[in-house]
């Protein structure tokens, strides 16, 4: 069965830390992995990822996949309020795309 | 900017009640899907939708759901009768080919069944 795992499932942090987000994933027919931001309602993109070792950036987010060892990490830098969030990975197979339980990360001021 | 949209927003039903959520997804995507959240949990796949039939289903969708394209516009979930446990909200998503590029998510269809 395919799996997705995100971990931890929730953080705390204050403005100004670094966080690592992980992903790890057992999917046939792997495709392609997506991160996802959720604040209220719909999930909104971040970065999708087909080739390991190539990081993706945008602004303080950044984001890599292994796909040996099968694992993606999603870095925030300089977190600020509005970072607090659920964070989604999201895994894309053959037909369909599954996604993890998601990581909590609440940013205090 | 192009979006998926969904209706109602909000549905409150009875218990064993048929529903219809509505999605228009945007207009040159080729791939739909259902996915379910029920509060405080996962996001869940239901089924994936390309080329007028279903290319995926999860084991959540069972009998009592049903897909439809009735037209070039629309794109249809049912819940024949619905019990408690159906209440979540209800995203749509399309996106224009797998492996080229992100799914683009409508606002979600929260559905209460009492």
């Known amino acids: 069965e395919d799996k997705v795992v995100q971990s931890p499932l929730s953080l705390v942090v204050h403005e100004g830390d670094t966080v690592t987000l992980n992903c790890s994933y057992e999917v046939t027919n792997f495709r392609s992995l997506l991160w996802y931001k959720q604040e209220k309602k719909a999930p909104t993109f971040l970065f999708m990822l087909t080739s390991s070792g190539i990081e993706k950036k945008s602004g303080r987010l950044s984001s890599i996949l292994d796909k040996k060892e099968l694992f993606s990490i999603l870095n925030i830098t300089a977190t600020q309020t509005g970072d607090s969030a659920v964070y989604l990975c999201a895994v894309e197979a053959l037909h369909d795309m599954r996604f993890g339980a998601g990581t909590r990360l609440t940013v205090k001021p | 900017e192009p979006e998926v949209t969904q209706t109602p927003s909000h549905q409150v039903t009875q218990m064993g009640q048929e529903v219809i959520l509505r999605c228009v997804p945007i207009?040159?995507?080729?791939?739909f899907y259902w996915y379910r959240q029920i509060l405080g949990q996962k996001v869940e796949f239901l089924v994936s939708f390309y080329n007028n039939e279903i290319s995926e289903k999860s084991e959540i969708f069972d009998d009592q759901f049903s897909v439809e394209r009735p037209d070039g516009s629309n794109f249809t979930l049912k819940i024949r009768s619905t019990k408690l446990e159906d209440s979540a909200m209800y995203f749509c998503?399309?996106?224009?080919?797998?492996?080229?590029?992100?799914?683009?998510f409508g606002e979600g269809s929260r559905l209460t069944v009492l």
């Open positions: 998503a399309s996106r224009t080919g797998t492996n080229t590029g992100e799914l683009f």
């Open positions: 207009s040159n995507h080729l791939y």
